[in-house]
Nanobody
Framework: QVQLVESGGGLVQAGGSLRLSCAAS????????MAWFRQAPGKEREFVAG????????AYADSVKGRFTISRDNAKNTVFLQMNSLKPEDTGLYYC????????????????????WGQGTQVTVSS
């Protein structure tokens, strides 16, 4: 069965960095767009970054552009999110997500275009 397991979250001071990883299994990873979402307490889950199955295209939320970088290693079935210059407003539960369908052109993934979610990893940024 499809599994997405996130790791790398934690507590960091403002201005610091974290690197999230998502290990995927149970499907052909190299055929799917992958994405990261986050959800802060009392807020809706929001798109953070997406990467095409071929890694040739990426997309970012405006709030993280220039600070976060999404990447993937198709040989290791893993997607990463490098987060630099973290701000307190980046605090939330970060989810790895698989885009529905194989070899799609969608990179800026909507929640309705996700067919599998990970359990999430907590990121807390202190001021």
């Amino acid at each position: 069965q499809v599994q997405l397991v996130e790791s790398g979250g934690g507590l960091v001071q403002a201005g610091g960095s974290l690197r999230l990883s998502c290990a995927a299994s149970g499907f052909t990873f190299s055929r799917h767009t992958m994405a990261w979402f986050r959800q802060a307490p009392g807020k809706e889950r929001e798109f953070v970054a997406g990467i095409k199955w071929s890694a040739s295209n990426t997309a970012y939320a405006d709030s993280v552009k220039g600070r976060f970088t999404i990447s993937r290693d198709n040989a290791k079935n893993t997607v990463f999110l490098q987060m630099n210059s973290l701000k307190p407003e980046d605090t939330g539960l970060y989810y790895c997500a698989r885009g529905r369908g194989e070899f799609t052109i969608v990179v800026r993934v909507a929640t309705t275009q996700v067919d599998y979610w990970g359990q999430g990893t907590q990121v807390t940024v202190s001021s």
